[in-house]
């Protein structure tokens, strides 16, 4: 059966990103109405009224408290639906630069390697003494958690870090002695720096982990078995059990949290926007200036402060794997399960969208 013919002006843009804009656009030819005025279908053509329309629902937008995400996706969804006003729309714009500008300023809060090394071993430590039961996940947590501040790993990037993404040591790979590199597939800027990116991960104690955690594994299979959202309530259960949870910490605070250990060691911007992925020195001038100004709130308790440098100090303990496989601690046969079902059912979508041909 011949292949469907792709559309490439349909598909530049995700479909995901196509219902947000949709729903910003619906959202303007609501209010339109409701206001009974003319909407952007009408005005497409008349770029004054349309940035009349636009700036209107915006102030509106602002005055009745409504995310600044909602009036951006609405002009980007009259810019998506009509071609034209892509360089017309300005004064809309100017809108919206002024309302970021009376946004309170949010610090990236970056986490300190301390925080991050008691949060790896805390996580460790539940996998293979007090949490047992769920050690399937909480010892992958700590190693993926570790990697990701290692490696300035977005969280999403993370999460779907898979077996055949990570190259260790070998002798194939003589030259990489105790560094690993992971593999990113679409990261969020893919647009810019390519769909498939690498990053090393310096760190002798992360790759040994990560050689433990990949031998006799699947490739296919991700190394953190949850979702992001699962991740993300591990991680604040660690935050509450160490009792930084005052300071506001997130799984993005890892990215932002080594990147400003390095800035503040000295490293130059120009190797540190490599080694992070970042598109341009601008964009990393401003995320580690922003990371860097959120040190301040950085309060910790003497005391909370004292326990985590004494936690910290027996990491001896964990600094090498167990000698026997992870085999020997949990199992991935609900993943690799599921991983089965959604692979055969992946390969038999195309027979289940076919339709007669009509003749």
Request: net charge positive; hydrophobic share 40%.
């Amino acid at each position: 059966m011949a292949k469907a013919r792709e559309n490439l002006q349909d598909e530049r843009v995700s479909s995901p990103y196509k219902s947000v804009l949709a729903g910003g656009y619906r959202e303007l030819c609501d209010w339109a109405a409701v206001e009974h005025r003319a909407g952007p279908q009408e005005l497409s053509k008349d770029y004054d009224a349309l940035n009349d329309l636009l700036i209107d629902y915006i102030q509106s937008c602002y005055d009745r408290n409504i995310p600044i995400s909602r009036a951006r996706c609405a002009v980007l969804g009259v810019q998506h639906n009509h071609r034209n006003t892509v360089r017309q729309l300005k004064a809309s714009w100017d809108s919206i630069k002024s309302w970021e500008q009376k946004r309170p300023l949010r610090l990236r809060v970056p986490c300190p390697e301390l925080i991050a090394r008691a949060m790896f071993l805390s996580a460790l430590l539940k996998g293979f003494c007090s949490d047992p039961d769920r050690s399937q996940q909480w010892i992958p947590f700590a190693i993926v958690l570790w990697v990701c501040w290692v490696g300035m790993l977005r969280p999403g990037e993370a999460i779907g870090l898979r077996g055949e993404d990570v190259v260790l040591p070998s002798p194939l790979h003589a030259s990489l002695c105790n560094s690993a590199i992971v593999r990113i597939l679409n990261p969020k800027n893919r647009r810019q720096l390519g769909k498939s990116q690498v990053s090393k991960i310096d760190d002798a104690l992360a790759t040994r982990w990560l050689e433990c955690l990949l031998t006799g594994m699947t490739p296919e299979l991700k190394l953190f078995p949850g979702s992001l959202a699962t991740y993300r309530s591990m991680f604040n259960q660690l935050c509450r059990e160490l009792h930084v949870e005052h300071l506001g910490l997130t799984p993005a605070s890892m990215r932002a949290g080594h990147a400003t250990a390095l800035f503040v060691a000295g490293m130059e911007t120009s190797r540190l926007r490599v080694m992070g992925r970042w598109r341009c020195l601008e964009s990393l001038d401003h995320y580690v200036q922003i990371a860097s100004s959120a040190l301040t709130v950085l309060k910790v308790n003497p005391v909370t402060l004292r326990e985590l440098e004494y936690f910290c100090a027996q990491e001896s303990v964990f600094s090498q794997p167990p000698v026997g496989a992870w085999t020997a601690f949990f199992s991935r046969s609900p993943q690799l399960r599921a991983h089965l079902q959604w692979t055969r059912r992946r390969s038999l979508r195309p027979f289940a969208k076919r339709r007669p041909s009509r003749r």
